[in-house]
T-cell receptor, first 113, second 109 residues
Framework: DAGVTQSPTHLIKTRGQQVTLRCSPKSGHDTVSWYQQALGQGPQFIFQYYEEEERQRGNFPDRFSGHQFPNYSSELNVNALLLGDSALYLCASSSGWGDSPLHFGNGTRLTVT | EDQVTQSPEALRLQEGESSSLNCSYT??????LFWYRQDPGKGPEFLFT???AGEEKEKERLKATLTKKESFLHITAPKPEDSATYLC??????????FGSGTQLTVLP
């Protein structure tokens, strides 16, 4: 049973560029959430998608946007990259839009130079 | 604003030396308190969910407990393979999961 898969695993971008990160949820899950984790910190909530709509959003600027596809996979897009966007980006999936625990992928390490 | 604070930031134990990790939370309308384990270079791995004060959950050498203000992760007779960062997260009425900064546990053989 495949867990949450994310691609790519590592990415290096230049300040001002745009990036797209991808996520496939665990089999049987239909809700996808994205988190940003800076070094030595806990994950911070970016947004959550359910039924192809953004349901919840954390305190992140509009440069961060996302999409969920009919097969429940998801993309995270970040425009106009800043040095401070360098972090581990984690995707998590769950079943339904409720209180069930999140299952995380191993993340995409984004470095902005 | 929901807040989760974990202590200590780092903990070094000898193999077999039991201890506890603390998670203090201020959350509007707690819907669940979650514990995760994170190994270097990996995503968090789900351990437990606690829903109400007084609830306890156990898994191998780990036991999680919950009060109205805190949760504790008790580690009994730890082994080196228990070394990891342990993250606590609270889900409030806003349905956004708020994480603490974690406790980095090192168990020495």
């Amino acid at each position: 049973d495949a867990g949450v898969t994310q691609s790519p695993t590592h990415l290096i971008k230049t300040r001002g560029q745009q990036v797209t990160l991808r996520c496939s949820p665990k089999s049987g899950h239909d809700t996808v959430s994205w988190y940003q984790q800076a070094l030595g910190q806990g994950p911070q909530f970016i947004f959550q998608y359910y039924e192809e709509e953004e349901r919840q959003r954390g305190n992140f600027p509009d440069r961060f946007s996302g999409h969920q596809f009919p097969n429940y996979s998801s993309e995270l897009n970040v425009n106009a990259l800043l040095l401070g966007d360098s972090a581990l980006y984690l995707c998590a999936s769950s079943s339904g839009w409720g209180d069930s625990p999140l299952h995380f992928g191993n993340g995409t390490r984004l470095t902005v130079t | 604003e929901d807040q989760v604070t974990q202590s200590p930031e780092a903990l070094r134990l000898q193999e077999g030396e039991s201890s506890s990790l603390n998670c203090s939370y201020t959350v509007s309308g707690l819907r669940g308190l979650f514990w995760y384990r994170q190994d270097p270079g990996k995503g968090p791995e789900f351990l437990f969910t606690l829903y109400s004060a007084g609830e306890e959950k156990e898994k191998e050498r780990l036991k999680a407990t919950l009060t109205k203000k805190e949760s504790f992760l008790h580690i009994t007779a730890p082994k080196p393979e228990d070394s990891a960062t342990y993250l606590c997260a609270a889900l409030g009425s806003a349905r956004q999961l708020t994480f603490g900064s974690g406790t980095q546990l090192t168990v020495l053989p």
